[in-house]
């Protein structure tokens, strides 16, 4: 059994900063997924992946997010962070994070299709 929680998000102004976390329930204690990642979907838009990182620390980001988003991973757990700054009108969405039991290499971590862990979601709105 497993279980995500994003906590975060919210309203800001362009140009501001927001942070995310994801918390995980799995039942198996101590089992660490190999990767991590941030998706996000807004309305009338397809699922985008924004920034995932693998059990090693490796991250892959997005063109539209690189620069100005981080994402993070608490060593040996299954706690994910993401950094949103010089945040968009275009970055307004739900962030999704998302884990995945597939170590393979060679995959592309931005693939929403290699993920089989979802979190609920939660809103950012980037407005003035």
């Known amino acids: 059994q497993v279980e995500l929680y994003e906590i975060g998000g919210g309203s800001v102004q362009p140009g501001g900063s927001l942070s995310l976390s994801c918390v995980s329930y799995?039942?198996?204690?101590?089992?660490?997924?190999?990767?991590m990642a941030w998706f996000r979907q807004a309305p009338g838009k397809e699922r985008e992946g924004v920034a995932a990182?693998?059990?090693?620390?490796?991250?892959r980001y997005s063109d539209s997010v690189k620069g100005r988003f981080t994402i993070s991973r608490e060593k040996s757990k299954n706690t994910l962070h993401l950094q949103l700054d010089a945040l968009q009108p275009d970055d307004t969405a739900v962030y999704y994070c998302?884990?995945?039991?597939?170590?393979?290499?060679?995959?592309?971590?931005?693939?929403?299709?290699?993920?089989?862990?979802w979190g609920q979601g939660t809103q950012v709105t980037v407005s003035s």
């Open positions: 998302a884990a995945t039991s597939d170590g393979a290499s060679g995959a592309d971590y931005l693939s929403h299709g290699l993920y089989n862990y």
């Open positions: 799995v039942y198996y204690v101590g089992y660490i997924f190999p990767r």
């Open positions: 990182v693998d059990i090693q620390g490796s991250a």
